[in-house]
């Protein structure tokens, strides 16, 4: 009998869809003749540029540093000349100054990138690097990877660092691509954070639905007696981050508590990787494994990609293009990710895939909003034991301190509500835009439900 997987409580089974894509290879992204690196493309404040009109960079250069504490330095993912400070859209609707940079062509590398040898690496340089190279959760959060190394003086030690290779989105297979491609790196960036940390234990984390993947990181991590793969059941939405601690080690986070409240830090294998390289070969974060997937794709696949390269340009260059009329194109998965009106949008840090869809697919029509039955599915379903229904009564009515109280701010906005609701509510939409007003009342437009403190 085989053992049991390590899951979570509630949530849900949806179709994985990975097939178009979960056995392409990761291939490289044609370089753009233009890059718009957004100063936020990660949470946090906006980096600083250090750069201006007319300067001639090179690859890997620093063109924006860290805007504070809780913040990240960008870096020019190809070499040429800056053209251009200018506005632009990210996908969650939010608009951010980008720089704008006209490839020259030579990928002419920046001259403080050379290789480190091992007998320099300490905590304290691998705490440094992370936020000067830029490093961020690449699993979409972008939260700023250096923060998580510097946990609140009450918390407990970091004793468990997890690596998430769950990927639990339907369509999207970048990290599963990672996992087979990039293993090593994988396991190194992982020591790192060990040593960062202080942490005894290392997991890797991987759904079920990735045998192969699963079998060949078991087989690497034999001989580290501080590292394991832990297989987890697949199910929805595994791959967050409170369920995925829970499931890894049966501690339960606290109500707006991170992970490291209970002597954990999560960090995405793409992450893993990016570190690695930026410990061992002084390699800012430039580029990143993007899935280009759906039934318009004229050629899914697993792309690696130069941060600021267009939507556009990877569909067209790399995918071939697609067919028919777009019905829907998604930046992100189609759970947690946002519907958006054109490829006109860059690259970032936390894109993990770009899903196209014609009018023969199902996401051609988004259904008609019905009258809630209060059937209770969605309370069944939601992995953070809210009543969803009872908060978006709250929000349309305007009643943002009975949502606060009903604990909008837990709801960690994975749609599975939305996708179990025979009524077709859009039960996260409703919920956003209650946090949202409930997060401008009264404190100047911040979000009082996730505070670093320093």
């Not at 079920?208 to 087989?219: E, V």
């Not at 009258?371 to 939601?382: A, E, F, L, P």
Request: charge should be neutral; aromatic fraction near 6%.
């Amino acid at each position: 009998m085989s053992s049991p997987k390590a899951t979570f409580l509630d949530g849900i089974h949806i179709p994985p869809n990975k097939s178009l894509t979960e056995g392409q290879a990761i291939l490289k992204c044609p370089a753009p003749d233009f890059v718009y690196l957004p100063l936020s493309m990660h949470i946090g404040a906006p980096a600083q540029p250090v750069v201006k009109l007319g300067d001639k960079v090179k690859m890997g250069q620093v063109i924006a540093t860290a805007g504070g504490f809780v913040s990240s330095s960008i870096h020019a993912s190809i070499s040429g000349m800056v053209t251009g400070f200018q506005k632009r859209y990210l996908p969650n609707g939010m608009m951010s100054n980008c720089i704008v940079i006209k490839n020259d062509g030579l990928d002419t590398l920046s001259e403080d990138i050379k290789p480190r040898e091992e007998s320099e690496i300490t905590p304290d340089l691998i705490r440094k690097q992370l936020q000067e190279k830029g490093i961020v959760g690449m699993g979409g959060a972008t939260f700023p990877t250096h923060v998580k190394y510097a946990p609140p003086k009450d918390c407990p030690a970091i004793d468990t660092i997890i690596l998430n290779g769950i990927e639990c989105e339907p369509y999207v297979t970048s990290d599963h691509r990672v996992l087979l491609e990039y293993p090593l790196e994988i396991i190194q960036g992982l020591k790192y954070f060990m040593l960062a940390s202080g942490a005894k234990k290392g997991v890797i984390a991987i759904e079920d639905n990735k045998p192969d993947a699963i079998a060949l990181l078991t087989n690497l991590v034999e001989k580290e007696p501080n590292i394991e793969v832990l297989v987890c059941a697949e199910k929805y939405p595994q791959g967050s981050e409170k369920q995925l601690v829970y499931a890894s080690t049966g501690r339960t986070i606290p109500d707006r508590g991170l992970p490291a409240a209970v002597g954990v830090v999560v960090d995405n294998v793409a992450t893993a990787v990016a570190t690695s390289r930026a410990i061992k070969e002084n390699m800012p974060l430039i580029e990143r494994v993007v899935t280009i997937s759906g039934n318009a794709v004229n050629k899914p696949g697993n792309y690696l990609v130069r941060l600021g390269t267009l939507y556009s340009h990877v569909v067209e260059k790399a995918a071939d293009g697609y067919k028919g009329d777009l019905a829907r194109i998604i930046s992100g998965g189609p759970m947690m990710g946002f519907a958006v009106n054109s490829l006109d949008f860059p690259i970032i840090k936390g894109s993990g895939a770009v899903l196209l869809f014609n009018h023969e697919s199902g996401f051609a029509h988004v259904p008609v909003e019905e009258t809630c039955v209060r059937c209770g599915h969605c309370v069944d379903v939601c992995p953070m034991f809210l009543e969803p229904t009872v908060i978006v009564q709250d929000v349309k009515k305007r009643n943002w301190d009975d949502a606060a109280n009903a604990s909008i701010h837990a709801c960690i906005e994975c749609g599975s509500c939305a996708f179990q609701c025979p009524a077709h509510i859009p039960l996260v939409q409703y919920i956003r835009m209650g946090k949202q007003f409930i997060g401008g009342k009264g404190d100047g437009g911040h979000n009082p439900f996730y505070v670093i403190k320093k």
